[in-house]
């Protein structure tokens, strides 16, 4: 019955379309939201009683959250290059009419936008026209045959039914310069290929971008090279990108203006972190080296996570690498005794004592003299992790 109200025609009611221009790419605002997402997650369980600890982890996910989050906007977003004017231009084919409008170009990765809009003049034949178009053209990622046809690339398939459905002539006029491909005008060619090595590139820094966050949890300095890594990735993307985009610069002219791309919001966001990501890999390696205490701290790891090498070392070689002073934070060798946790090592019958070294930590022995009894004068000195050598007699079997 109460479907029956108000309804004569005896069927559900119909409403003529509504179309309305897209103002929010729905791609980037879907990231946004999940990375807002997971870091409301992270900081609702972040509260603790150590302040220390809340800000240390604040910053990491927050910096991590960032990094990751415009790694995929970066990718995806549609402002590597842009432009805009204020022109009066032709509206449609067929009619005399002219608007002063306001023409934007978006370019990105995947696929060029057009932004149209304009306030008819009310004594023109336009005064009830709604001028407000935005449209998208993709060129993901095969050029396809010459011509318009069902073999043709994305991008010339796109722009046959935009003409068949009659799309306004400032955004076609635009749009052709893309899909023109001979005679020295290549431009759609050009920007497909640079975004598909861009894209490519963007996605392997994306890949160093979580194996960093997993080294983070175990080495740390093994996670501050993949981050460097990431952003010189992130670097070597804007480099591709501007070296194949095009030999000659996009220049459309109209009646009043010239619309001339540059680089736009994705394109300089790219670089700055690629350099933010570069600068705190650097930071933490010499961190590592110097401050390795404090770094292990703020990233709450447990400093023996960095001792990976076991060499057995005899009482006399241990007593000539054990410093004459106090160990202080300048004369203290990195290693670790294992009797300090296992107390039944410590026995007179033991001959061989085992020792942890730290990474990037070498024993080096002297050279052996055939003619007296080889010394013992062992170093343990910082540089590149390589396997041990001990001179003498080899330690038992474990």
């Not at 842009?82 to 409008?101: L, M």
């Amino acid at each position: 019955m109460a479907f029956q109200f108000a309804r004569k025609e005896g069927f559900p009611t119909q409403y003529a379309p509504n179309h309305t221009p897209v103002g929010v790419d729905i791609l980037d605002a879907g990231l946004i939201a999940a990375s807002v997402i997971l870091g409301i997650s992270f900081f609702i369980s972040l509260p603790t009683n150590r302040k220390d600890q809340n800000l240390s982890l604040f910053t990491r996910v927050s910096l991590s959250l960032l990094i990751g989050t415009l790694l995929l906007i970066n990718n995806y977003g549609q402002e590597w290059e842009v432009a805009h004017i204020v022109s009066k231009t032709p509206y449609r084919a067929g009619t005399v009419d002219e608007i002063n409008a306001s023409i934007s170009i978006k370019i990105g990765l995947r696929s060029v936008n057009v932004t149209l809009r304009a306030q008819p003049d009310p004594k023109s034949s336009l005064k009830y026209e709604i001028i407000n178009y935005n449209e998208r053209f993709e060129w993901t990622w095969d050029q396809g045959n010459f011509g318009f046809g069902p073999h043709a690339g994305r991008l010339q398939q796109e722009f046959r039914a935009a003409q068949y459905r009659g799309l306004p002539l400032p955004i076609l006029w635009i749009i052709d310069y893309f899909v023109i491909d001979g005679e020295g005008q290549r431009y759609g060619r050009f920007y497909r290929t640079a975004g598909w090595y861009t894209h490519i590139i963007m996605w392997a820094a994306f890949a160093c971008w979580l194996l960093t966050n997993l080294l983070f949890r175990s080495v740390i300095h093994y996670g501050a090279y993949i981050l460097g890594l990431c952003g010189a990735l992130q670097l070597f993307a804007n480099l591709i990108y501007l070296v194949v985009r095009n030999p000659f610069p996009l220049v459309i002219p109209f009646e009043d203006q010239t619309l001339e791309t540059k680089f736009g919001f994705n394109f300089w966001c790219t670089f700055v972190f690629g350099i933010i990501c570069i600068s705190l890999s650097a930071v933490m390696i010499f961190m590592d080296f110097k401050y390795d205490q404090e770094l292990y701290k703020f990233f709450g790891i447990n400093p023996l996570n960095s001792y990976d090498e076991l060499v057995y070392l005899t009482k006399e070689e241990r007593q000539q690498l054990r410093p004459k002073n106090p160990p202080t934070r300048d004369n203290d060798i990195p290693l670790v005794d294992l009797e300090a946790f296992d107390k039944d090592e410590d026995d007179e019958d033991v001959d061989y004592v085992p020792v942890y070294l730290k990474r990037r930590t070498v024993v080096k022995a002297p050279k052996i003299s055939r003619t007296n009894k080889p010394s013992l004068h062992l170093k343990a000195s910082s540089g590149s992790q390589g396997s041990s050598r001990h001179q003498g007699p080899l330690p038992p079997p474990i």
